[in-house]
């Protein structure tokens, strides 16, 4: 199998380097204090170290349930499975569905297409188009499939966010063709406008929904979860424990007791959101003034920007790795791998100095070759005249 | 999928129940206070909260490979794959060979057995004798298998240790047939008497040896590894990447941080095996003295003990349940999951009062099912006699 190019790159930078290649959250957002006293007071008693329920900590699962049925999409605790983070989550449904062939949408996630590959599961891409996914084809291809694995809030790699009409119709698809969703949600909390409704929550007995931790508090705590109806989650109990037991119960204990200072959390997640709205503002202003030829669609959400050009982008990578500054060429994230001009920019775990910095690096290498071609070509066109 | 039986009585116990049925270690030995600082101390730096390296933490790798080179195991980092418990090492393993079949002890670890199916692998099995694996059996399946999946240390379920005659014809049986050992020794430190050198240190380049520090520290941190060879670890990192990205940071800082404390860990230890072996006495007096007909093999590490036996375990095992005591039939762990009139007990997660109160009332519930065997017996003998 091969490795994710994300993660290689990620183990091939060094701390001078300015990184817009990972899904890194900022780390100066993660609220180790709360964390560190949640850790403490979990630790007043062995019982957080022993072995659990494969099912979860059920005063999580409350928690996360109650988030839910807050926002209008009435959950039960019974209805959430706690996960070794959202990853974890789809391996453990694509192993029970035993599926052959999935609808996804072109550009997604590289670590969802590895997933279906391991699983032995085909997917059939559908374009992503700038209100989500183009919906003819979507329907021809969930007739075939029954099964739609989606993104629908700013999306990886490309931030795209799916108006209420491409929600409303994704839903309408999958009913009428006995299809299931799986809704992959990591980045929902990270909007910079307004919260958007789970497309789960209009087919709550077909769908189901994935969240995560990682991006909202910590990412090395490995928690995530699926919400789906008693009846699509009972069979994954037996999945969950017999790929490992169960999920690390001090990071659920730590969660839960952060979740349970509800002021708190909520003022920790508005500040992630105005934090990280800031840091795309001034990204794409860096993009405008520096390289307007790099053209994007800009993000209401999320951790990414994603940037269609002229210039072939692995070169333009290869240069700009050697000069300190790293990104993801978005062919890697299309199934065919066929490169394709594109670069998904995470803006989130940088500085804007390095931000600055990093832009004004690869502006000057993409003039560079921009000039390569055109030496290229007038002495093409030198050669002709000549001829 | 079947759930597993053990987990299932697991959570329809509650506190006042005596369990003899999990592979509970006992909560009042883990170091909770050591656990606590190291935890502390990880949280001073946000670092130990992001996404970090599929292959685990560094200082915990080298750790690990020194403490096998220490006992004559040559061993580097780079031969460390940190997985999430050893359970999900297996199924990293299995999903990276993808073989047809499996030599396996018979009985052997449900979780395992589980596994096997869940990746579509038959197993084949071969019978336990006291001083380990059936060898004339193992040759001849090894030779078709290519693949032996064998817990030589203080088994699960019946707490057999292998001779080092046996670990020597194991090493030998599959370097002739060119196969490969999966190794699994979650209670390898555990021992009672002396500690035994892995069947692997014999053929490192053709096993895989799986270690846990869920018997020794905590199970709920879910830590576990895989030690192979260079050559054979590689390309399980991109499956370990897949399934769940990195194992829990913070568990890998608290075990790396409680290891490098050297003294106190082997103190530690040391301390878990005194409490265990002499758990392990007071359990098989009190069998001896009230149940005499139970025949087991005395352990010499580990946490099991397992009993052969006249009655019907099953119908035993109801009546127990009544009375709040439980415990595994033997059944379960094979996997034609036939009846053997076979038990498997914990020791390690009672008290002495709960050992003999338990013994009492499976005692009690023997009696009176060979009483009932023998009315029955007697009054088919007092109708033939009548006929």
Redesign the interface.
Known sequence: ????FI?EI??YTNSNTISFA????D??L?P?EV??DC??SA????????????SGLDSLRELIAQSYTKRGFKTSPEEILIT??S??AL?VIL??IKSQNITVEAPSYL?AM??FA?NGIKTEAVELKENGIELNSFKQSVANTKLAYLIPDFQNPTGISYSQECRDMVAKEIKEHNGILIEDAPYSELYFEEFMPPISSKIPNSSYHLGSF?KTL?????VGWIRASKKLIK?L???K???????????QEIISCFLSKHKLYEEHLENIRNSYKSKMEFFTQELDKKIPEFNYIKPKGGMFVYVKTDVDVYKLLERTMQNGVVFVPGGEFYSDNKNRNEIRFNYTNSTQEQISKGIELITEATHYMQYLTNQKSDRYERINSLS
Chains 1, 2 share one sequence.
């Open positions: 199998m091969k490795r994710s993660r990620l183990e990972g899904g890194l959250p780390e100066k993660f180790l964390i560190r850790a403490n630790l007043q008693s062995a019982k957080v170290l022993q072995y659990a329920k494969s070794s983070g990853q974890q391996d192993r029970s670590g590895n997933l391991l990682s910590a990412p090395a705590l490995r069979p109990l037996a999945y424990e017999v790929m490992d037991l169960h999920t690390n119960m001090l990071s």
